[in-house]
């Protein structure tokens, strides 16, 4: 038999059907649902369901972080903006901006001194970015707003607007969510894009008292809970998977020596859920670890800094110290 007569298909090799790529969703679900200790990542959190509800929070009696930090700003937006300016002319970019709520403070500072000012928001959400721009460019004329869909965490941006000195804005305690490891990998990409004498301002929840930090990540309203376990919404909706929500508790505790507050759902009983072909097994009392908040102290904040190629310059807090503003310097 000539090798044309042989049967076509056993020559042409046949391609294995093509396999979806996870989606980076489903990805984080699946490595961090089969772990030992179950966590789900907190980036999670926020969908546009997940961000309505933080933005609910900020609102919380209990959730002092919010406006601490926005009285700080009220009262000093003049002072740090001089300070980072240094004589210079400033352009102002935000990691993680969302809808820049705050920031106006210091842009309005930004334009008493000096006329006019790049803002250059870096966030994720291109909706979130939009509503800044318009918020921003409506309320505080001389602001130029330059949105950015970025992911910061991930990826170096370009922050160098052009100006002679950058101030990079990283405020809210976001910092606080990653580990010290990462919070120093974050840090220093930042630092990498800048040139000595630009200056960072972070912001920093600080370490106090039991009693006030179990209320702001366990409100009497439930907000923080229904923030929780809207994961496990996001989980149903996005991969269709079975969690029934009203069985997991919202739990937060504060571990001293890890200098963090965390936030976990707790498996009311036994219980099986599934997503697509997975499915997962809940004992009692286990728990899914959703969050990491790190409170921070003096020692800490320099540690940090210095480790990520800054140094601390001035601070700003409020009466009780609960919460710090810093004004560091790429050095
Ligand atoms: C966004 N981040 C600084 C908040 C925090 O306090 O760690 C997220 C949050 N979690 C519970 N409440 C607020």
Request: hydrophobic share 45%.
């Amino acid at each position: 038999m000539s090798t044309l007569a042989a049967p076509l298909t056993a020559r042409i090799p046949i391609a294995p059907a093509p396999v979806a790529p996870l989606s980076p969703v489903a990805r984080a679900a699946l490595r961090g649902l089969t772990a030992q200790q179950r966590t789900l990542p907190p980036w999670l959190f926020y969908d546009a369901a997940g961000s309505a509800l933080f933005e609910r929070i900020t609102q919380l009696p209990e959730y002092y972080l919010t406006r601490t930090e926005r009285a700080i700003f009220a009262a000093h937006a003049d002072e740090i903006i001089a300070a980072a300016a240094g004589g210079e002319t400033l352009s102002i970019a935000e990691l993680g901006a969302g809808t820049a709520a705050k920031t106006g403070l210091l842009l309005e500072a930004a334009v008493r001194r000096q006329g006019s000012v790049i803002y250059r928001p870096v966030d994720v959400s291109p909706t979130a970015l939009e509503m800044a721009k318009r918020h921003l460019e409506s309320r505080v004329p001389g602001v130029l707003v330059e949105p950015q869909v970025a992911d910061y965490t991930r990826d170096p941006i370009p922050l160098d607007a052009g100006a002679a000195r950058m101030l990079v804005l990283y405020i809210g305690s976001s910092i606080g969510n990653f580990s010290p490891e990462d919070a120093v990998r974050v840090l220093r990409t930042v630092r990498d894009q800048l040139q000595p004498g630009d200056t960072l301002l972070l912001g920093t929840d600080m370490v106090k008292d039991e009693r006030t930090l179990l209320a702001a990540y366990d409100d009497a309203a439930g907000g923080t809970a229904e923030f929780n376990r809207n994961i496990l919404h996001r989980l149903n909706r996005e991969l269709g998977a079975d969690f029934d929500v009203t069985r997991f508790t919202h739990q937060a505790i504060w571990k001293a020596a890890e200098s963090r507050m965390e936030m976990h759902l707790v498996s009311n009983g036994p219980q099986r859920v599934t997503i697509d072909d997975l499915e997962l097994h809940f004992a009692a009392g286990e728990t899914i670890h959703t969050e990491n908040s790190y409170k921070f102290t003096q020692k800490s904040i320099v540690w940090l800094l210095k480790q990520s190629g800054f140094t601390l310059e001035q601070q700003w807090t409020d009466a009780k110290v609960w919460f710090a503003v810093n004004l560091a310097v790429a050095s």
